[in-house]
């Protein structure tokens, strides 16, 4: 498949836009890929290799902003990388799962967008037992669903009161990281090295969306207020909620 200037530069909008709130831009880079005629095959890893670029910059920029809750980001690695790992070498029909999350991220984008009476209120961590079980049911999500799991994570925590937004960015960005890296591990495990996209196809890609998502990052770690964060979060969502009902191809 042809890589168009055209792709590059929607590949490179995906990435501003979900690296400003913590995010890689994986069912971004899935709906784009989709619609511009890749194959089913292909879009998988080619979006999961992105995630990985785009959430390392992600995680060093919000890190590097003093956002970063390491305590809230291990328990959830703890279960969500195996989980990850075992979901990315399952190949399962996902429509029907892939319907009702689509509905969850509609209904979580409507709750951002809605007047909050406070954006920094102080934080409510549950405890390790809790972040872990939630991590190992997103850990798994992310790998069948070929994203980092951070389109499910970021909402909960902001909705729940786990984290204001730029921590729960923070901590998202990570998370998304290892996630990203298990499912690409588990697709290899699962169907060998060919499986990886190539060079010539993916190096334009990784060019565009590390440029513009660094730039994303930067701006949301340090230059966007929290409504912003929070307003950008419920576009993101829009975003994803389409791919996963099937309105964006």
């Known amino acids: 498949m042809e890589t168009s200037a055209l792709l590059l ?17 994986a069912s971004g880079y899935i709906a784009v890929l989709a619609l511009s005629g890749f194959a089913a095959a292909e879009i998988r890893p080619l979006a999961l290799v992105l995630n990985v670029l785009v959430s390392s910059l992600a995680t060093w920029n919000f890190a590097a902003a003093g956002h970063f809750r390491r305590e809230v980001f291990l328990p959830l690695a703890l279960f969500s990388v195996p989980a990850a790992l075992v979901g990315g070498m399952v190949s ?23 007047p909050s009476p406070s954006l920094e209120l102080p934080p409510a961590v549950p405890g390790p037992i809790t972040i872990s079980l939630t991590g ?32 729960a960015a923070a901590v998202s960005s990570a998370f998304i990281l290892v996630n990203s890296l298990a499912g690409l591990a588990g697709l290899v495990m699962a169907k ?17 969306v590390m440029v513009a998502g660094g730039l994303g990052a930067h701006c949301g770690s340090r230059r966007f207020p929290s409504l912003w964060i929070r307003r950008l979060l419920a576009v993101v969502l829009l975003v994803a909620s389409g791919k996963l009902l099937g309105w964006l191809g």
Do not use: D, E
């Open 9 to 25: 530069l929607a590949l490179a909008g995906v990435a501003f836009l979900y690296a400003s709130v913590g995010h890689a831009g």
């Open 92 to 114: 399962l029909p996902t429509q029907p799962l892939q319907r009702l999350l689509g509905l969850v991220l509609l209904f979580s984008a409507w709750r951002l967008s809605q």
């Open 136 to 167: 190992g049911l997103l850990g798994g999500l992310a790998g069948i669903t070929g994203t980092g799991g951070g389109i499910f994570l970021t909402p909960l925590m902001i909705l729940r009161g786990w984290l204001v937004p730029r921590q």
């Open 192 to 208: 060998g090295s060919a499986a990886l996209p190539a060079a010539g196809v993916v190096g334009p890609m990784a060019l565009a």
